[in-house]
């Protein structure tokens, strides 16, 4: 017989050693899985999925400017998520960042000097995320509607937006590409600090994620955030203007999705399509979760998202799997890391029929003690 | 007198969640015949101990002893079988069903089932015990007092030998309190075995045979009701002497603060939630408002303090130079910026007053999180406040930055009840004040409560209790369904008279 109680508090040295164990067991099940089905050693694959992600400084960069993106737009739902509004909106509110930074490279990208072209691209990006945002917020705000189905569909509105302007700006016409955006002029481009072209993404993300901690946790917007997703009533009732904040902080969740849009066209890819987002929208969710909505504690969960990602993607050309087995073990770890927060909350005990009191005792005791 | 026969005797039982220990130790025995009161203040252990015989929870050790042969109790289906039913504070009973329905649900043992021939056995149940049931009506149309009676017969229809019953007039006007004790006698007398779980003390006196007290989650000891005091069972409850009288100092110079004309409150589901109703309440006076719980109590508070809207009628602040400010139509803030020190107590704490994943420091900038020019918040004011209430309240707690959900009933009304206090308000609203604390945080509040009215604030107190109503209330306004039922002196009515009033508009029969 198993018992299933809630526990009430735990030590942090506790629950960090249960998610420990959860990832060693995950390695394990992971091993047996990868032994069995492709008859490789696992230790090997294990070393060919790091050398993947940290092998060379040239792989070591890319992980980090992945992480930073992936950062940027788990930084954006934060708020969001925070107040118990669930934007699943960010892939939509990425791709309209794009595609406002993209519009600013080509309509005017030969006629301004590169700093404020890029302020342009910047303003623009921001306002079309937030909008991309604030549309399902305001009728949440106004009629309580679902904010999670609102949020998916302006996803679909998005890409078809970007792949109608595709077709407008296609070079060469008819190829259905808009391939590199001002390549002779660099128009619009980020410039690279030290030689190095990823620098600049990865240290604008970094005080971002800095300052959205900084934010939530001590200013009164953020507290006004956190009220208002425990409690609507207690924020009505000490007087919070709740439609307000829904507005202003979706204005803000969404901007910050615009601008991971602008880190992609004007700092990495220098395109336009409507895969630029690559589900980080949909990633960031999980991160911002296993996180526990925490901006610092995402930079561990992101990268490890990140790291499982270009791992993956190692194993399957270095030892010619199919890129789907990564994918089984990324989620198999997931699942395990997850899993594990049930352990945290609840307890089991265990006990026999005939002689339960005593067992039950002694249960308990075994798992205090393991 | 026959020797009395156990039907379930408890040995040892201990049960710890996490770090907190509910029960330690615990020996009880449960008699066939007989009302046992399990006694004890909120958070002593009462509920869990009991919820251990009902399959809710399973002891972490100690035997559990069924009519002489030890028992395993791992889910309330094991209780059943044993013949133990338990009632909880929140009833579990299917809405758009009859009581019939309700009272067969789960029953899978009837050979071809047969709704009537069911209602032929319920109803010869309810004529052994007198209970008043109408068969057919569908609960969402009963009242609390005829939903309990449903869950009562459930249990007796199923063959319950051993009734538990956790807080049973929490709920109960005086006259279904004393219709639900004429019951419980008559189980008693047929035999049955009746646990009920309490913190009051007169209805210990007045229903039970025999009382045990748990402290802390440890059985203090055990009476029998016949030879005990309530001065006696309070010490033993709480582990020391405390006084019983509530003090009601005369109103000093009492003038008018808040008035009320013709008040009408439609709830979101276009329901008429106050009629008419028409009060004042004054400085230096504790106002008690009684009514059967629904009646319009929430709505009447929340009207005044902002968070309902007025269909009809007027609110007025009245300041010290005789101004009227109209509270229609704004809402807590606007109020609070026009200078009126409005302090609100809800009846739903968590949800709210207060943040209960936040800590203290934490809540106690509720309401004044807004101050000052920056873009930050303040902490250090809030957690000094903090402190100041755990000290000044006896709030049990680990520090400033615990949860308030962590904390017992008690304490977070204690932090709810010091915040609102801390502002210095001219009103005080609150609503069921004490409900769920125990005899010593009650007293903390009344306390509190009298201060407040003595240093000139008008003091709105919703209240449950009418035996407090009557002790503490300069005036008690009665609700009954929405409208004024009468307003009487607190100092010269009855409880039969108030409770009569909170059924029938001005209390004729």
């Not at chain 1, 971002?208 to 208002?228: C, D, F, P, Q, R």
């Not at chain 2, 009676?149 to 956790?166: P, Q």
């Not at chain 2, 030879?227 to 008018?256: C, F, H, W, Y």
């Not at chain 2, 002790?471 to 010269?492: H, P, Q, T, W, Y």
């Amino acid at each position: 017989m198993i018992h299933i109680s809630k526990r009430k508090e735990m030590p942090l040295w506790q629950s960090l050693s249960i998610r420990l164990a959860a990832i060693v067991v995950a390695l394990i099940v992971c091993g047996i899985i990868t032994t069995t089905m492709t008859g490789l050693n696992p230790l090997e694959v294990y070393a060919s999925m790091v050398k993947g992600a940290f092998g060379s400084p040239r792989k070591v960069w890319i992980l980090l400017q992945e992480l930073a993106l992936l950062l940027c737009v788990s930084v954006a739902l934060t708020p969001a998520f925070r107040m118990r509004f669930w934007n699943l909106g960010g892939e939509g509110q990425i791709l309209v960042g794009c595609l406002a930074s993209a519009a600013c490279m080509i309509a005017i990208g030969d006629k301004l000097p590169n700093p404020l072209l890029i302020f342009i691209m910047l303003l623009w990006s921001l306002a079309a995320g937030a909008l991309w945002a604030v549309i399902p917020a305001y009728f949440k705000a106004r009629w309580n509607t679902n904010e999670t189905l609102f949020t998916l569909m302006m996803n679909y509105v998005a890409t078809q937006l970007v792949a109608y302007f595709v077709i407008v700006w296609e070079v060469p016409k008819g190829s259905g590409n808009i391939g590199i955006i001002n390549q002779t002029t660099e128009a619009g481009w980020f410039a690279q600090i030290a030689g190095n072209k990823y620098l600049l993404n990865i240290l604008l993300v970094a005080a971002l994620t800095v300052a959205m901690y900084i934010y939530l946790n001590y200013s009164k917007h953020g507290y006004e955030i956190s009220v208002v997703g425990e409690s609507v009533n207690t924020a009505r009732y000490v007087g919070i203007k709740v439609e307000r904040v829904i507005l202003r902080t979706l204005l803000l969740s969404g901007a910050i999705c615009g601008f991971a849009g602008l880190l992609l066209v004007a700092g990495t890819n220098h395109t336009l399509t409507t895969t630029l987002a690559g589900g980080r929208g949909f990633t960031a969710v999980m991160v911002t979760w296993l996180a526990k909505f925490n901006p610092l504690v995402m930079i561990a969960s992101s990268l490890l998202l990140v790291f499982m990602g270009n791992g993956a993607a190692e194993i399957s050309t270095a030892f010619a799997l199919n890129q789907s087995f990564g994918d089984i073990l990324t989620g198999i770890i997931l699942f395990f890391i997850i899993g594990s927060e049930f352990f945290i909350t609840y307890k089991l005990s265990f006990s026999s029929h005939d002689k339960q009191t005593n067992q039950a005792t002694l249960a308990t005791t075994a798992m205090k003690e393991a | 007198m026959p020797e009395k026969q156990c039907a379930v005797s408890l040995r040892g039982i201990s049960k710890a969640f996490g770090k907190i220990q509910a029960n330690h130790n615990v020996d009880l025995d449960i008699y066939r015949g007989e009302i046992l009161a399990l006694l004890g203040e909120n958070g002593s252990g009462k509920t869990t101990l009991m919820n251990m015989l009902s399959g809710i929870y399973f002891p972490d050790s100690g035997t559990i002893t069924i009519d002489g042969k030890p028992a395993t109790i791992s889910s309330p289906r094991d209780a059943f079988a044993y013949g133990i039913g338990m009632i909880h504070q929140h009833f579990k009973l299917i809405n758009v069903f009859t009581a019939a329905e309700n009272i067969v649900l789960g029953l899978q043992d009837e050979a071809g089932f047969n709704l009537d021939e069911a209602k032929t056995r319920i109803m010869s149940v309810c004529d052994a015990y007198s209970f008043e049931i109408d068969l057919d009506q569908k609960v969402y149309d009963m009242s609390v007092s005829q939903k309990q009676t449903v869950e009562i017969v459930k249990l007796l229809y199923r063959g319950t030998e051993v009734l538990i019953l956790d807080e049973p007039t929490a709920v109960l006007t005086p006259q279904e309190t004393d219709k639900l004790f004429a019951v419980l006698r008559n189980m008693r007398d047929s035999g049955k075995a009746i646990v009920i779980i309490t913190h009051k003390l007169h209805e210990v006196l007045d229903i039970s045979d025999r009382v045990s007290v748990l402290r802390k989650g440890e059985q203090i000891g055990e009476l029998l009701t016949s030879k005990a005091t309530a001065e006696q069972m309070t010490n033993m409850m709480v582990g020391r002497q405390v006084s019983l009288n509530i003090e009601r100092p005369t109103p000093q110079d009492p003038r008018e603060r808040i008035r009320v004309e013709g008040v009408t409150v439609r709830g979101s589901d276009g329901v008429v939630k106050l009629d008419n109703v028409s009060f004042s309440a004054y400085t230096g006076e504790i106002l008690g408002i009684a009514g059967i719980s629904g009646c319009g109590q929430k709505e009447l508070l929340e009207a005044i303090a902002g968070l309902q809207a007025v269909e009809q009628g007027s609110i007025d602040y009245i300041e010290d130079d005789g101004t009227l400010d109209s509270l229609i139509g704004k809402d807590p803030l606007e109020i609070a910026s026009m200078g009126i020190a409005l302090s609100f107590v809800p009846e739903d704490r968590l949800g709210m007053g207060l943040v209960g994943s936040m800590d203290l420091a934490d809540n106690m900038m509720l309401r004044s999180f807004r101050q000052g020019r920056s873009f930050f918040t303040d902490r250090k004011a809030p957690e000094h406040l903090a402190e100041k209430v755990i000290d000044e309240l006896e709030v049990n707690t680990t520090s400033v930055h615990t949860p308030v959900s962590n904390l017992s009933g008690g304490n977070v009304q204690k932090v709810l009840v010091g915040r609102e206090i801390a502002s210095a308000p001219k009103v005080v609203l609150s609503a069921y004040a004490v409900r769920g604390l125990d005899v010593n945080s009650s007293y903390v509040i009344y306390d509190l409560l009298n201060k407040q009215k003595e240093s000139g604030v008008a003091v709105v107190y919703v209240g449950e209790d009418l035996d407090v109503l009557l002790e503490l209330c300069d005036r008690i306004l009665v609700l009954c369904a929405g409208k004024v039922s009468g307003i009487v002196d607190g100092r010269n009515t009855t409880k039969n008279e108030v409770g009569l009033m909170m059924t029938n508009l001005g209390g004729a029969q």
